[in-house]
Antibody
Framework: EVQLVESGGGLVQPGGSLRLSCSASGFTFSNYAIHWVRQAPGKGLEYVSAISSNGGSTYYADSVKGRFTISRDNSKNTLYLQMSSLRPEDTAVYYC????????????WGQGILVTVSS | EIVMTQSPATLSVSPGERATLSCRAS??????LAWYQQKPGQAPRLLMYGASTRATSTPARFFGSGSGTEFTLTISSLQPEDFAVYYCQHYHNWPPYTFGQGTKLEIK
């Protein structure tokens, strides 16, 4: 069974940093691109970041470029999102999402982790 | 960046009736279009990909169609568990794989 479990969320002050982790199981992690998608309270889905299966290619939305860094450790089946210079508008549930192949549709979503940026 | 636009924002339909949801892309995405369903407090789940291919657990009452820039998700004979928010998303070429703003399907 495919599982994606996010951790590392919580309350952080504006300007602060946080690192999200996504622990994967039930599939060969190193074969798939992985994405981060976020959802602000009561809002729709926003595509945030992505990383290729070997970590060699990454993508960032303009809203987070220069502040967020995506990475992965295929030996630990874990995805990371390092978030810095956080703003109140970064407040959202962050989902770790498995690609069905490489740069294709999303077939499995984690349960999400809440990040709240507030003083 | 490809902009995805869904309509209507909210759709009120009675159980047992048919619902038709629309999604438009600002430029052609071929058939690289997926639909996701999200219920309150839950993560989205894949419903449809390739514009018209049902995901493994998607019931046959869900039907996807379209290509290029115009897409439709039709749900025939709505069941109580179908009332949710539906998002379309393209996965054409390179990211960002943008989402539509969602259509909330509510009970009439």
């Amino acid at each position: 069974e495919v599982q994606l479990v996010e951790s590392g969320g919580g309350l952080v002050q504006p300007g602060g940093s946080l690192r999200l982790s996504c622990s994967a199981s039930g599939f060969t992690f190193s074969n798939y691109a992985i994405h981060w998608v976020r959802q602000a309270p009561g809002k729709g889905l926003e595509y945030v970041s992505a990383i290729s299966s070997n970590g060699g290619s990454t993508y960032y939305a303009d809203s987070v470029k220069g502040r967020f860094t995506i990475s992965r450790d295929n030996s630990k089946n874990t995805l990371y999102l390092q978030m810095s210079s956080l703003r109140p508008e970064d407040t959202a549930v962050y989902y770790c999402v498995k690609d069905s192949s490489s740069w294709y549709y999303f077939d499995y979503w984690g349960q999400g982790i809440l990040v709240t940026v507030s003083s | 960046e490809i902009v995805m636009t869904q309509s209507p924002a909210t759709l009120s339909v009675s159980p047992g009736e048919r619902a038709t949801l629309s999604c438009r892309a600002s430029q052609s995405v071929s058939s690289h279009l997926a639909w996701y369903q999200q219920k309150p407090g839950q993560a989205p789940r894949l419903l449809m990909y390739g514009a018209s291919t049902r995901a493994t657990s998607t019931p046959a009452r869900f039907f996807g169609s379209g290509s290029g820039t115009e897409f439709t998700l039709t749900i025939s004979s709505l069941q109580p568990e179908d009332f949710a928010v539906y998002y379309c998303q393209h996965y054409h070429n390179w990211p960002p794989y943008t989402f539509g703003q969602g259509t909330k399907l509510e009970i009439k």
